[in-house]
């Protein structure tokens, strides 16, 4: 079964810190597959369209929404088949549903179910 499987959100306090992962599994992410994949996380707030975040390329190039530059980093380990996200000094705008997305220019795209992320005092 082909999945992405977010873990890591929670309930933070403004200026907190949170870290996002996101796990691959499956025939297409088998072998070195999933470092043929860009990565990114999106979010979506309520009322609101969903969002690019931040993503990652097979070689290691990162893009960055102008709200999170310089607080959010994203990263992958193609050896765990996995894709993190570390979110720091977290704004109560950064209250989101978050996402992992995959994606391949022959084999599509695949999203995840999403993890809630709440920045409240």
């Known amino acids: 079964q082909v999945q992405l499987v977010e873990s890591g959100g929670g309930l933070v306090q403004p200026g907190g810190s949170l870290r996002l992962s996101c796990a691959a599994s499956?025939?297409?992410?088998?072998?070195?597959?999933?470092?043929?994949?860009?990565m990114g996380w999106y979010r979506q707030a309520p009322g609101k369209q969903r969002e690019l975040v931040a993503s990652?390329?097979?070689?290691?190039?990162?893009n960055y929404a102008d709200s999170v530059k310089g607080r959010f980093t994203i990263s992958r380990d193609n050896t765990k088949n996995t894709v993190s996200l570390q979110m720091n000094s977290l704004k109560p705008e950064d209250t989101a549903v978050y996402y992992c997305k995959a994606v391949q220019s022959v084999l599509g795209s695949v999203w995840g179910q999403g993890t809630q992320v709440t920045v409240s005092s």
């Open positions: 990652i390329t097979s070689g290691g190039s990162t």
């Open positions: 499956g025939s297409i992410f088998s072998g070195s597959m999933f470092r043929s994949y860009v």
